[in-house]
């Protein structure tokens, strides 16, 4: 049996760290597709040129934090115990065998000093993904819009119950207006001003982490209820991450639908298709979405109904004659609008009383039946037209491909199932920075399988014209 001895460890070698990272390696290949230089312009207004001591270069510090989010480590303090002895990292971060790495803190106190409050993180990411455009791996004809939670670093046990006020929703006005216009068509009087309710704006009941405040209670189907932020992801057909919005988690996915879409529908005005699921399934989505001139492709979603009674799908709107039809071929006539943009359709009770079906339709005490239908209610009966389409099956099946796959592999192999940071600006540095990476590990791939392509297609060119040579001769 062969064994090696002790003495083999203290062998000296000449050997060039170019040798020692492998030809294939990830590191190797993110190099080559991206010059990293265009930081320093990036950074230039944020660093004195004659103050204080030499700093660590730039390039070098975020890099390290790439290295990070690229291999999913943990923290700050383990990715420099990393790159302390991982050849590859040190060739990367341009390191010689005996160089210094910098401090495990260097990076927390130059995001305190200087990149706190600015936008540097959202440029390097859009640079990043620039490079993939200007390569054409983006295809945006159809986007994919999705939301996932991230742990907060903060205990659930430990929160304060606080009352906060109800934010007002930025499209009440252009809703109000519409409200208006079908009261007055109805021969309705006005509703009153919403100016004479601002001495007691309506608030709500919540639960704030006392150890990090900007997050929020997150509770869905079975996950456990737990302190969290929520990402806002927009990706294209390639699993490109076009943008990213962060929330608390106790905000419900379709507020920050207008942001997102707004940004993203600005930057690529080729969309075609939105795919999204039915959280984000509201009558101003809808509108916006349609009213963009663009169609989105969503699932079926189940009535809100109680078990054994009717659904209301089962309750038919006759536009002719402005009512609605019960299941009982009884007629729902028209009352009002209310303020939230719903038209009110009521039951005579004098019919349901005697109805052999009320047990199925209400439950009312004066046996009224009452059934709502908003105001933009055309633009979800246009978007179930769209769902039963070939097309936007085809385009809503591609979410698990898309949107889906990208959520499993943040949180899998890039660390973002929880978070090590307090508060929202540095969770959003954690979240594009992970995007960021995601993209671009995808952009030099794609880039050197590329100029793979272009060989084989040189060697097969000169092939058939040394064969059609000698074919003439």
């Not at 600005?266 to 984000?280: L, N, R, T």
């Not at 402005?322 to 209310?338: A, H």
Request: hydrophobic fraction near 35%; glycine fraction near 4%; charge should be positive.
């Amino acid at each position: 049996m062969l064994q090696k001895r002790e003495k083999d460890r203290g062998q000296v070698q000449l050997l060039c760290m170019d040798d020692l990272v492998p030809q294939d390696h990830l590191l190797r290949t993110i190099d080559a597709a991206l010059d990293f230089s265009f930081i320093y312009n990036e950074v230039q207004a944020l660093y004195a040129d004659e103050l204080g001591r030499p700093s660590v270069d730039p390039v070098v510090l975020f890099k390290i934090v790439l290295i990070q989010y690229l291999y999913g480590i943990r923290s700050m303090r383990q990715t420099i115990r990393e790159i302390e002895v991982n050849m590859a990292y040190r060739w990367f971060l341009g390191l010689d065998f005996h160089d210094a790495v910098p401090h495990f803190t260097t990076f927390g106190k130059n995001y305190v000093r200087r990149f706190a409050d600015t936008d540097i993180f959202e440029r390097i990411f859009a640079r990043i993904l620039g490079e993939a455009i200007r390569c054409g791996f983006v295809d945006a004809s159809a986007i994919f819009i999705d939301a996932t939670h991230i742990k907060a670093r903060a205990n659930k046990k430990k929160g304060v119950d606080v009352e906060v006020a109800l934010a007002a929703k930025h499209y009440q006005e252009q809703l109000d207006k519409e409200i208006e216009a079908d009261r007055k068509a109805q021969g309705k009087k006005p509703l009153k001003s919403r100016d004479d309710d601002d001495e007691n704006p309506p608030t709500k009941h919540i639960k704030q982490s006392t150890t990090d405040p900007e997050s929020g209670m997150f509770h869905k189907g079975e996950h456990e209820k737990l302190f969290a932020y929520t990402a806002h992801v927009v990706c294209d057909k390639n699993n490109f991450v076009l943008d990213c919005d962060l929330s608390p988690g106790n905000v419900h996915d379709s507020v920050m639908f207008d942001g997102l879409y707004g940004r993203v529908t600005e930057k690529f005005p080729e969309i075609q298709g939105v795919a999204v699921d039915s959280a984000y399934k509201t009558p101003w989505i809808m509108k916006q979405v349609f009213d963009s001139g663009r169609l989105p492709c969503m699932p079926y979603k189940a009535p809100m109904t109680k078990k054994g009674f009717f659904k209301k799908y089962e309750y038919v709107y006759d536009e002719y004659y402005d009512c609605v039809i019960c299941p009982e071929n009884q007629i729902l006539k028209y009352t009002t609008t209310n303020r939230e943009g719903y038209r009110e359709f009521k039951s005579d009770p004098k019919v349901c009383k005697h109805c052999p079906s009320r047990a199925q339709c209400t439950e009312s005490k004066n046996h009224q039946k009452i059934v709502a239908l908003h105001v933009w209610n055309d633009y979800l009966e246009r978007a179930e037209d769209v769902r039963y389409s070939p097309w936007g099956k085809m385009i809503y099946g591609r979410r698990k491909e898309t949107i889906e796959r990208v959520f499993g592999d943040a949180k899998e192999k890039h660390a973002m199932r929880y978070t090590q940071y307090r508060g929202r600006a540095r969770l959003r540095m954690q979240v594009l920075l992970t995007f960021a990476c995601m993209n671009l590990k995808k952009l030099a791939t794609w880039k050197r399988k590329n100029g793979m392509i272009s060989i084989f297609a040189c060697l097969i060119c000169c092939l058939t014209t040394q064969r059609a040579a000698y074919a003439t001769a």
